[in-house]
Structure formats: C-alpha cells, structure tokens
C-alpha cells in the first residue's frame, strides 16, 4: 500500500519563514536572500518526507503568505488597483496580503477569512468583469522542477477551479458561471505544461465539495470538470477533498475521468457510508484520508486499520492518506523537550504522521500485524482521571444557570447611566502591540534573569503607560494592553488545571502569524484568579471605564487541541464555569465591562448548514451565556468576532445576550450591516473600522466615511467606534497614528451630527 500526503506545514519548525518574511518586510532581509532560504525550507520538508518513505510528496502546498493568493497569482486574477502599483512581481503578491502605503500608493489589503473549520485565514480573491484568466504565475512549476532537480519526483497541489471561484468576492455582473470557460482553459494549460515537465500526478484541491451545494453548484461543477478533464493527456489527476464527505456530489465525482480521489473518512460522517453504497471504480484509486490531519492524538492503529480494511472490500486500488494538509498541526514532538517520554508518545504531530502513514502502510499489507498495532492505541487525555469537583459542578447546573436577568434592553439604559459615554464611544480591542521591550521582560523572566517583583514592576510600569497613551489619545473605553500574555488561547492555557503547554508547536494562522494552541489534558477549572490583579490596577490608574479582557470557552476550545474521549460541548462547559470564575472576580474588583471574546465561534460551524445547531449551536450559544449569566445588570458584557462570515448566524450571535459585540468589517467593506439591520439585530455593535493586520494608518477622512456609512443602518445609541481586532501584531507609531485618527474621526462626527463637544 502507497502513502500521501495531501499538504506539509510551511512556516519551518522554528518558524524561519515567518521571521524571514518579517526581515523582507523590514529591509533586513532582500528578495533574493528570501527566496533562497525559502528554497531551502522546501528541500529540506521534500527529503523529510521521502526519507520518511511517503510515496505521493505534495509540491507547490509552500506559501509565502497563502494558498489561496498563491492561486489568484497563477491564474492571473489581480486586481488592477495592486498591478498599476508598479512593484515587482513579489511586493505586489505582499500589498494583496497585508496593504500597501507608500510612495507608489495607497491600497487596503484582499479581505481575509477562515478557512473552512479551521484557524487558518485565506485571502479572498477578488474577480471583476474585466478580470482575464489566463495561467501567468510559475511558483507550481518551479517548485515541482527544484524538488525534481534534487531527485525527489513530487505531485504538484494546486487549489481547485471550483473551490476558488466559490471563495471569490465578484464585484461586478459577473458571477461564477460566467468565468467557467476561462478557468477550464487555464487548468487545461496547467496540466499541459506540467505534463510537459514530467509530472505523473497532479492534486488538485476542492474542499468546497464537502459543503451543501445547490443545483448551481452542481451545474458549475459539471461544467468545470468534463471540459478541464478532456485534454489532460497522461498526466494523472487526483482530485482531493478533505474537511467533510461529498454525500452531494459522490456519484457525479465517482463518474469523472480523473485518476484518484481523496476522501476524508476522519470529519466525513458519511465517507465510508458513501462508498461501501455506492461503491468505488476499479479504474480510480481512492485516496484514503485516516490519519488525522487536524489533532495531535496519536492514531489509534487497530480502529484506523478495521476502517482501512472496510474500504478496501469496496475500493479495489487504495493509497493510505492524512485527512487533509498538515498544515494545522506543529513539526514534530521531538521539538518539546521539556515534556516526559510518557506524555510525548501520546502525541504525533506532522513528522510523526509520516511515520504513522509508513507503520500503517506496513500493518495493512500484512493482516498478522494486527495484534502488535492494537498496542498504539493512544488514551485521548491525560490519563490522570476525571477531576469529581469539575464533573459535580458540571452535573448540577440548571437551566437558570445559563439566562441573564433582566433583559437587555432593561439593562443598556442602566448601563448608560452609570458609564456615562459620549455617542460614538472609542474603545480598542484589547491588546496593544507586544514591543521589544514587553518581550524581553518575559524572556528575562522565565529564564530566571529577573525576580517575579521585578517582572511584575515591569508589567505594571508598561500597562500605566498604555493607560498613558489611551488618555492621550482621547479613547472613551479603555484597556490595559495584554502586556502579560503571549496568546489570548495560550495565557489561559497556562492558567487553567487540565492544560498542557508546549514549546515549539507552532502552527500558522495567516501569513506570518503563528501560535501555539494549547492542549487538553484533563478536566479543567480555575484554581485562582488569572487577570484580576492586572486589571484591578489598570482601572485605579484612570477616571475613565477599564475593560477587563478575557478569552471565552468556544474560542479556548476551538484554538486548543481538544480531547476526544469527551465531548466539546462537555469540554466548553468546563471551560465556561471557570472564565465565570474569572468574570465574577472582576466584576467585584470594580470592572465596569468585561470583554468575552470568541474570535473563533463562527470557525468550528459545520460545513453543512443542517448540523449547525444539532451540532454546535445549540450547545455553543449557552455555553456562552453561561459565562456572564451571574453579572449585575449595570456590568457591561463585550464580545469580539472576527474574520469569519456572521451574516447567517445573526440570530445566534444575538442570543449570546452581550451588550456590545466587536467585529471584524474593515477588509469586508462593512458588508454584514445590511444583514444586521434586516435581522432586527439588538446587541450593540462596533464594526472595525480600520484593518490591524496591516501596517497602513487609515486616514481620518476614510475611518469618517466609514462611520457615516455604518449610521445608514446602525442607530448611534447602538454603534461602537473601534478597530477590527487586536492591535498586538502592530507597532507602536503605527497604532497611535491609526487610533488618532479614529478618535479624531468620532469625534468629528460626534459634532457635526449631534453637536456633542468633549
């Protein structure tokens, strides 16, 4: 039995890509030097795989920044506002990832999303009318040609013609249908030209086709794949899916004339069901996704190789493959010497896949391996037994327990009274920008150069000055900057019984943003209080609102590796009990408002819409509510969203019962306020209005147009003037700039329209 690998994570296993990127981006490193460096990175993950004995090797799944964007290059698909910037070939790439403000322009960065259910963000390309795809990018090509030139004969991966054109924004009349003929002419090309390279196979992503999909859907597809299919000559396709099953599109997929498919039979429910009803062609092969390519458990050999076994009564040519890329999981566990052998060998992150993917291969051709292979079943958590105090206080809530009294509209005109705010009120998101200076004092600190005094005196000296800068600035809702926290996932991580940290499992979120998701190890509850100290002492160096800044149980649980001997719904349930903890504490500690941020609520969604609630929401939502339900009526509750699609899960999102939700709208052109004015949206709202994750200050006339598009739909009793997201990633003459003028800008309209003067 052959192996595969659908995609290899890119960031390096210290993330050099990333700090490399950053060294471009700075001057310190020149094109030349990042590319060459780059090479190497790829050379080195190619000979890791094929020492490691994995037969089908992806090439072309490297990125500078995106996948997605990557595609849009190859296929000719950028906007002219980023071409008539005149750069070269590489600064024009980065000005669609992250904006560009210089001499040659001004343009705002590709908006950015989720990608499917994962903490990956992609670029969303953007099609005009005028937009001519045609095949002019060379990076598939390339890095096929260098893997070749080291001996090493890969399968080049490219995103889908369907997949794209259902992530793509259209601006225009155009819509996906129109652009149908093009894309079949420009994957005709791609497979011509890599035909003409050497290449044997080429995999072609669609993880689109895991989703609902209409007759539209079905109509595009079908006219998408016969037509690319038809001149693909000897090159053979794969044509790989992964995230979920294709119970929509099985027969028609089955059908095609390509060479293989990949099915994910980890997140597709209905995968093994699928083919064992409707059978598999003798003519294809399946590519089988068992390994996981999501969680870093070790792969239970003896139930992976009963499923294995069950497909291959059905498939008569299978190719053992991971679930989806490794892309969502770290390097290796060897990496993590701080932790025992006997935690170590629970875990397999992507080096340890690859040798699951060759152990497996082995135990699958030879059926008295069985036995031996039962023996690394992993336990999914930490062995250490359920904790009674968790389990009991989980037992006993009631449905009380999860409802705010009274109403929000009984408790925003009290809230009013006590806080005092101006229209418009100014307020940032939480964290403020981790300088040089707040990350030597943590590394001075751990590595027990400095006392905890000394740490904590350099804290507190750090947070007056942000509280400083804010007074400065003129904000109306302050915050204490995050200075203490290296993650908001991970500082919650490192506070809460039943968490496990480590030290170099590094993950991409986008571009050159990476983090290190904590693990679940056992049940978990807050054994003290996490934040109060620091927001105590940040509200007693100000008259104005101090907003304490917690991180909430869907996104602690979404942006951690969760167990799989319970529940999620269980595992948020621990986890809101103790951020109640946490919230309860603050409030007694003079917190006028609390943020409960769940950046990641939208992201674990179910790709299919009939699961949402059965699945997810119908647990998520009160698992929030849970976590404020205890709170006085004059205590102001925030919440914080972003870069995720909310428009059709409004209904939900107003059943958190926070006061005031945050959200990312910048990169989106605040597209969601038509939605919320016609869903009767109640909770107040503050859509960003500049993008953080780029370095470009917004200018003030810009952030005023905004606020006088968002008053079109968005009373002023209701609207909140503040950024899209955290401002950590950023430097600190940027962030005073852009916050200037947004202030600026409120209070401009604060005048104008309702003759407000501070």
């Known amino acids: 039995m052959k192996t595969s690998v659908v995609g290899y994570p890119r960031i390096g296993s210290h993330r050099e890509l990333k700090l490399w990127t950053e060294d471009y981006f700075k001057g310190k490193l020149s094109a030349e030097e990042l590319k060459e460096n780059s090479k190497h990175l790829r050379l080195t993950q190619w000979r890791k795989q094929q020492q490691s004995g994995i037969d089908f090797i992806p090439s072309g799944d490297f990125s500078f920044y995106d996948g997605v964007l990557d595609t849009a290059v190859l296929l000719g698909c950028v906007p002219a506002r980023y071409r008539d910037l005149g750069l070269s070939e590489l600064d024009t790439y980065f000005a669609m990832a992250k904006g560009y403000q210089g001499a040659a322009g001004d343009v705002k960065a590709l908006p950015m999303r989720k990608w499917f259910n994962t903490n990956y963000h992609y670029m969303v390309p953007e099609m005009a009318d005028d937009t001519r795809v045609t095949l002019s990018g060379t990076a598939v090509f390339d890095a096929f040609l260098e893997a070749r030139e080291s001996g090493i004969l890969t399968k080049p991966v490219v995103i889908g013609p369907f997949t794209f054109l259902k992530l793509a924004r259209f601006h225009g009349t155009k819509r996906p249908a129109d652009f149908a003929d093009a894309f079949v002419f420009a994957y005709r090309a791609l497979f011509k030209r890599l035909a003409a390279l050497g290449a044997q196979w080429v995999q072609i992503d669609e993880p689109t086709l895991v989703t609902d999909m209409d007759a539209d859907d079905l109509a595009l597809f079908a006219r998408l794949y016969p037509a690319i ?302 934040t109060v100290a620091v927001s105590k002492y940040a509200q007693s160096l100000t008259q104005k609102p101090m907003k304490g800044m917690l991180t909430g149980p869907i996104t602690i649980l979404n942006w951690s590796f969760p167990r799989e001997d319970i529940s999620h719904r269980e595992m948020a349930t621990q986890l809101a009990l103790a951020i109640r903890d946490e919230v309860l504490d603050l409030e007694k500690a003079g917190l006028p408002i609390i943020q409960i941020d769940e950046a990641a609520l939208r992201e674990k969604l179910p790709l299919r819409k009939a699961d949402w609630h059965s699945h997810y929401l119908d647990w998520a939502i009160p698992v929030f509510r849970l976590t404020h339900s205890g709170v006085k009526p004059e205590t102001q509750i925030h919440t914080h969203m972003c870069y995720s699609e909310f428009q059709d899960i409004l209904a939900d999102i107003d059943a958190m019962d926070a006061d005031v939700i945050s959200f990312e709208a910048s990169r989106s052109s605040l597209t969601i306020l038509d939605a919320i004015q016609a869903s009767g949206f109640e909770t107040a709202v503050g859509p960003g209005l500049y993008d953080i994750h780029s370095p470009r200050v917004p200018p003030q006339a810009e952030i005023e147009a905004s606020i006088r598009s968002v008053l079109q739909v968005v009373p002023v009793s209701k609207l909140w003037i503040n950024p899209d997201c955290g401002l950590k990633t950023r430097g600190n003459a940027e962030t005073f700039a852009s916050l200037q003028n947004l202030v600026t800008a409120a209070k401009a309209i604060r005048k104008e329209h309702y003759g407000f003067t501070d």
């Not at 082995?362 to 292979?373: C, L, Q, Y």
């Not at 590595?447 to 350099?458: E, H, L, M, P, V």
Request: charged share 25%; aromatic share 8%; proline share 5%.
């Open 229 to 530: 299919l038809s001149e693909k000559g000897t090159l053979k396709v794969l044509l790989q899916t992964y995230f979920g099953d294709v119970r929509d599109v099985y027969q028609p997929l089955v059908a095609l004339p390509v060479d293989g498919i990949g099915l994910d039979f980890v997140e597709g429910e209905q995968s093994a069901a699928l083919v064992k009803e409707w059978g598999f062609p003798d003519d294809k092969v399946l590519f089988a996704g068992v390994v996981n390519g999501k969680n870093i458990w070790r792969c239970d050999y003896g139930k992976t190789l009963g499923a294995l076994a069950a497909i291959r009564e059905t498939a008569a040519h299978v190719v053992l493959s991971t679930s989806c890329s490794l892309l969502h999981v770290p390097y290796t566990v060897a990496a993590e010497t701080g932790l025992e052998e006997a935690v170590k060998r629970r875990f397999a992150f992507a080096e340890e896949k690859l040798t699951e993917l060759t152990e497996l291969a082995g135990f699958a051709d030879n059926t008295k391996a069985t036995v031996p292979a039962m023996e690394n079943k992993s336990d999914r958590s930490g062995g250490q037994g359920g904790d009674p105090t968790v389990r009991n206080r989980v037992n006993s809530l009631q449905p009380s327990d999860y409802i705010r009294l009274p109403r929000r509209s009984q408790r925003a005109d009290i809230q009013h009274r006590k806080l005092g705010l101006p229209p418009l009120p100014t307020t940032t998101i939480g964290s403020f920008p981790q300088t040089p200076q707040v990350r030597e004092n943590r590394m001075l600190f751990r590595s027990g150069k400095i006392t905890k005094a000394q740490y904590d005196d350099a804290l507190k000296a750090m947070i007056a000055q942000c509280v400083q800068m804010q007074e400065t600035l003129g904000l109306d809702v302050l915050v204490h900057g995050e200075f203490e926290r290296t993650d908001m996932v991970a500082y919650f991580g490192e506070n809460l019984s039943g968490f496990l940290m480590t030290k170099q499992a590094w993950v991409q979120s986008y571009g050159t943003r990476c983090v290190k998701p904590p693990i679940i190890f056992g049940d978990i509850r807050r054994t003290a209080p996490i």
